[in-house]
């Protein structure tokens, strides 16, 4: 026996238009960024509004015998801590069993590029899509994993010990998060299932599940040649650009004319499973795969390869600049040969790789014989971000995820790995090997998270949360 859909859908229907949809609009308008990108983010108080909001409504809609607290550990962003008690198990049932729930609250900065009457701090509701920084990533994850146990509490079905973990300091690389899971480990146990919240969908007809992430590698490469500005005609073609010998730098690391990475360190091998999960994501998306970026018309993608574009964006690694410094806007740009140019490096590192020693490769890289004797440094920021690849799923799992995508999508899933990194799951997984991971989520085309025009598909939302009760229903009764 399992949960009723039809009911399911109804009170997971009824519980998005009466709260959840009306407080995620309150959330999205609080700039609640990541401490990295806001580093006075305790003083500015929007963190601590964001976690007070959020945790207001779940204790309005705490299970019965559940408990909340709000978890601060010195200056650190704090975390939302829910334990919802074992209920309707039978006999059968294994002592300290754990279901862990995982989501965030904190959000990526602004971005430029929204559409008119948008913006990431307006909360926009367009046909049945929520536009607004953080409501897909991943504001919804914690009215989700509620609802779903509600769901099941309605409806006296069974579910293990479950608690709900949410953080503050995921976009910054969840670098408070390890201290957290330290103090909080006697009271999470050993999960033997993860649900994770936080992850993509290749579209909105189906359920999708992440089985693998990249991790990730940021730092700042700085070149400086001259101690302060001269005059272009006086020094070009005496003293080198430090744009050429940060461009030449960079061109050490990834190939210019195609992208591709240079270093063979910075590769692994990739699983033959995931290969074959590449072709068939390839063959359900199609062109779908690349046409589901906001691109100009004409331009075309890197390969006409679908599954080859796949691979690319879930286990190759690939190099993104995502800021600079010392470059001047271009009005106030004067004939001036700049003393110094930086560069924010974001590079995706396979799934597998050790990100310590991908570290170490780039550095060394970067750093060493530098063109022209300039000054040239590679500064990481914090600690690299390893990435993920999921463990086998247990025969349960896979007959738990059909089951529920055929019966809130009726199409099957789709196993997919994801470019971008979770670094939770990474620390995870190295905690509780035995565990079984359930990874998913709402970002799908043109959801376009840490972009312009970010929105949360509320139809998307609501099957993923009646699809969560039903795995969890079928892990009691495994």
Sequence with gaps: MTIDADAASKQIDATFAETIVPTLTTYIGIPNKSPMFDPQWKANGHMDAAVELLAGWARANLPTGATLEVVTLGERTPVIFIDVPASNLSGEAREGDTVLLYGHLDKQPEMTGWDEGLGPWTPVMRGERLYGRGGADDGYAIFASLTALNVLAQQGRPHARCVVLIEACEESGSFDLPAYIEHLAPRIGTPSLVVCLDSGCGNYDQLWCTTSLRGLVIGTL????????????????????????????????????????????????????????????????????????????????????????????????????????????????????????????????????????????????????????????????????????????????????????????????????????????????????????????VLGPMSNAHGPNEFLDLPMAKKLTACVADVIERHAQR
């Excluded at 073609?237 to 004319?257: K, N, T, W, Y």
């Excluded at 998306?285 to 796949?310: I, N």
């Excluded at 991908?358 to 600690?383: C, I, N, R, S």
């Design 222 to 441: 700085e070149v400086s040649l001259l101690r302060e500005g001269v005059h272009s005609g006086d020094g070009s073609g005496v003293v080198a650009s430090s744009f050429r010998v940060a461009r030449a730098l960079v061109e050490r690391l990834e190939d210019s004319a195609n992208g591709a990475i240079k270093p063979t360190a910075l590769f692994v091998e990739i699983p033959r499973g995931r290969i074959e999960q590449a072709a068939r994501v390839a063959e359900v998306l199609g062109d779908e795969v690349w046409s589901k970026f906001p691109l100009h018309d004409g331009v075309r993608p890197v390969t006409k390869d679908d599954a080859e574009l796949v691979l690319n964006r879930t286990w190759r690694p690939a190099l993104a600049v995502t800021g600079a410094d010392g470059l001047p806007s271009i009005a106030n740009a004067g004939n001036v040969m700049r003393p110094n140019t930086a560069l924010k490096l974001s590079l995706r590192i396979p799934p597998t790789l050790d990100a310590e020693a991908a570290v170490a490769t780039v550095k060394a890289l970067l750093e060493q014989d530098p063109p022209y004797g300039a000054k040239v440094t590679f500064t990481p920021h914090g600690a690299p971000n390893p990435g993920w690849n999921a463990p086998a799923l247990a025969p349960w799992l896979s007959e738990a995820l059909e089951g529920a995508s055929a019966t809130y999508f009726d199409r099957p899933p789709v196993f997919m790995g994801e470019g971008g990194s979770i670094p939770f799951m990474g620390m995870l997984g190295k905690r509780f090997p035995e565990a079984q991971f359930f990874i998913t989520g």
